[in-house]
């Protein structure tokens, strides 16, 4: 293994260890936050089959962010893309009446279409406009969000409850409450979507290692203008990852929607479109690697949500400082592994 | 006559609301503009705003003084991008990642500050109403951008700046570290965004409430590249970005014009307006060439 590559499993553990010790200034003890943030999804298979919704959201985050970035494109659009997908699953599942499978299917292809319609937005004016892509990309989560909220609150209002949220879908698409995973782990959240996350990273790895098109994504990333001079087309290229990155932000809402709440509710999502960049640099954009960091995250961000019952001044807001100084201490950490390789170049 | 009186009203309000909202944004946009003009990329103003919203609140109510408040916002935040420059600057982490990173790490840091402090991860206490509350931001508003516009077209240290961001090489052909340009102008943009977080909590509002700067570190980046890196026309873009958001408010609070068109419907427009801008009008202006 390249000494390169342990770098970021040393920037994890060095963030675990600095999130800790931050502790102390919150007159908490360091090892007893460690043991709940590393260990309290072992707690049943309820917490453990959270842990694994958890992983399954930030797996699809994850490549959401790193297909783009191959191609040197720094996508955060996903926040909004799977807000507006979640939104679009819950209405077709509220206001389709269909048998389990015409339903089903409905709901999957419109949901998955709109996720990659909304991303494709971003490489569309990317290439015809010359717009960058982060302006474009934050622009559309406020529209979404905005549009989403609309359509919610003002249309399929949950008239049984008071939070902003879609009803429940049909009986007939929640065909995921009896899913053989969700039963194993005692009815949370975690549902089948955990398995095909898996299988579409070892698809990715497996394209990206066999087929030419992968390898033009990743040159286009290293070098757009020597890929111009091949005769690669830019169009090609970006609506391909970006169609991508909206085809796993969709299967967020799709996670969601059909695998774990069976409606939309406003803000239900943690930031998965941001903790997706930490995941995918955690993995360094590698797609088996994703399911690995994925799981990290996620077991952090489940354990830090018990802060609250389990201490008295860390509340599960800690979640996002350990997860801010991993993304720190493992950016940074490439510097500390590669100092004496540049020395001796330089 | 009273129709006259009446338009006249709306349009003063919408005028002054304008101003009033536009401020933290303007402020904010100006402070991102030289560390995006230096070269480094800044997605981390949302955690500079809030840092210094949470800050200048707090000072406020414990010490009683608004100007402890204005002062501790600008420092923590300059804390902040001392932490930002140590991991860009020094580590070569890349810096759009560690802004998301510092956005997370703000957004969780201070409910367990205020936990501590206040026994509270939402809102601040409430600050007392001072006389000279409007004091304040007009004169931050007046020097930040005075300094920051002399700063960057009339001395030599913005030259450097904008060629630390434009072509470094040409900077330490001078004998000028490029880096420490880089630095100084993100320090400087976070003091000044700092300001803007201290208007936020307490001229908009009297206590800092959870995530209350509501994106506009991301409007104000989307403000710096939609004018194309020029300082005059971010502050332009900025009040445009304040006029949506004081006519939202004034639809809102308009029955007639709320019937009509739905709140969330008005909160889109700035948004929906710059990607049309950016539809309709190709962009001819440059990123800096070294930003990263």
Redo the contacts between chains.
């Keep these: 293994m390249k000494r390169e590559n342990l770098a970021p499993w040393f920037g994890f553990l060095f963030g675990l260890f600095l999130a800790c010790s931050l502790a102390l200034f919150f007159k908490e003890s360091p090892v007893h936050v460690l043991k709940i943030v590393t260990t309290s999804f072992l707690n049943s298979k309820y917490d453990f089959g959270l842990t694994l919704f958890y992983t399954t959201c930030l797996i699809f985050a994850g490549l959401s962010f790193a297909i783009p970035m191959k191609a040197g494109l720094f996508h955060i659009g996903s926040e909004g893309q799977l807000t507006i997908s979640a939104t679009i699953a819950a209405i077709i599942g509220v206001s389709f009446n269909a048998n389990t499978f015409t339903g089903l299917a409905a709901i999957f292809i419109i949901t998955i279409l709109t996720g990659m319609l909304s991303a494709l937005i971003i490489a569309l004016l990317k290439f015809y406009r010359k717009a960058h892509e982060v302006v474009v990309a934050i622009m559309l989560n406020f529209v979404f969000a905005a549009l989403s909220t609309w359509v919610t609150v003002n249309h399929f209002q949950n008239t049984a409850s008071q939070n902003p949220e879609t009803g429940l879908i049909l009986d007939a698409y929640q065909i995921f409450k009896n899913d053989p995973i969700k039963n194993y782990f005692e009815q949370s959240p975690v549902s089948s979507f955990f398995v095909l996350a898996i299988i579409f990273c070892i698809l990715l790895r497996w394209l990206e290692s066999k087929t030419l098109f992968f390898q033009v994504i990743k040159s286009y990333g290293a070098n757009p203008a020597a890929n111009k001079r091949f005769g690669f087309s830019e169009l090609k290229i970006l609506t391909s990852v970006m169609l991508m990155a909206g085809f796993f932000s969709a299967f967020i809402g799709l996670t969601e929607v059909l695998g774990n709440s069976f409606q939309y509710k406003i803000g239900f999502s943690p930031s998965y479109g941001f903790l997706g960049i930490a995941v995918a640099l955690l993995a360094r954009q590698n797609f088996i690697g994703l399911i690995g960091s994925s799981f990290l995250i996620a077991l952090l961000h489940k354990g830090a949500s018990d802060l609250d019952l389990e201490t008295q001044f860390l509340t599960r807001d800690f979640s996002r400082v350990l997860q801010a100084l991993i993304i720190f201490s493992v950016a940074a950490s490439y510097y500390v592994f590669t100092y004496r390789k540049r020395k001796e170049s330089n | 006559m009273s129709e006259m009186n009446f338009s006249d009203s709306i349009f003063v309000l919408l005028l002054f609301s304008t101003f009033r909202l536009s401020l933290p944004l303007v402020l904010t946009a100006v402070g991102g503009y030289f560390s995006e003009k230096s070269g480094v990329a800044q997605?981390g103003l949302e955690a500079f705003l809030l840092i210094g919203a949470f800050t200048a609140s707090s000072v406020t109510y414990l010490s009683g003084s608004l100007f402890y408040g204005y002062i501790s916002a600008a420092l923590a935040s300059l804390l902040m991008a001392q932490?930002f420059c140590f991991?860009v600057l020094k580590?070569?982490?890349?810096a759009?990642?560690?802004g998301?990173?510092?956005?997370?790490?703000v957004?969780?840091?201070?409910?367990?500050i205020g936990?501590?402090l206040f026994d509270s991860?939402g809102s601040t206490p409430t600050i007392p109403t001072f006389d000279n509350t409007l004091i304040y931001p007009m004169v931050t508003l007046v020097l930040a951008l005075g300094l920051s516009y002399y700063l960057s077209e009339k001395t030599i240290w913005g030259l450097q700046v904008k060629f630390a961001g434009e072509k470094q090489d040409a900077l330490s052909a001078i004998g000028v570290n490029f880096d420490t340009r880089r630095w100084q102008a993100v320090s400087y943009g976070a003091f000044v965004t700092g300001l803007a977080g201290a208007i936020l909590s307490t001229y908009l509002s009297s206590s800092y409430s959870p995530l209350m700067s509501a994106?506009r570190g991301?409007?104000a980046?989307?403000a710096i590249?939609?004018a194309g890196w020029d300082l005059r026309r971010t502050i332009l873009i900025s009040l445009f970005f304040g006029f949506f958001e004081a006519l939202q408010i004034q639809a809102q609070s308009n029955q007639a014009v709320s019937s009509l068109i739905?709140g969330?419907?008005i909160?889109?427009i700035p948004?929906?307006i710059?990607?049309l801008a950016?539809?309709f009008?190709?962009?001819k202006r440059q990123?800096p060439k070294e930003l990263k």
């Design positions: 997605i932490l991991l580590l070569r982490a890349n759009i990642v560690i998301t990173g510092l956005n997370l790490f957004i969780g840091l201070i409910p367990l936990k501590v991860t994106g991301y409007i980046l989307a590249i939609f739905p969330e419907f909160q889109m948004y929906l710059t990607l950016l539809l009008f190709k962009s990123a």
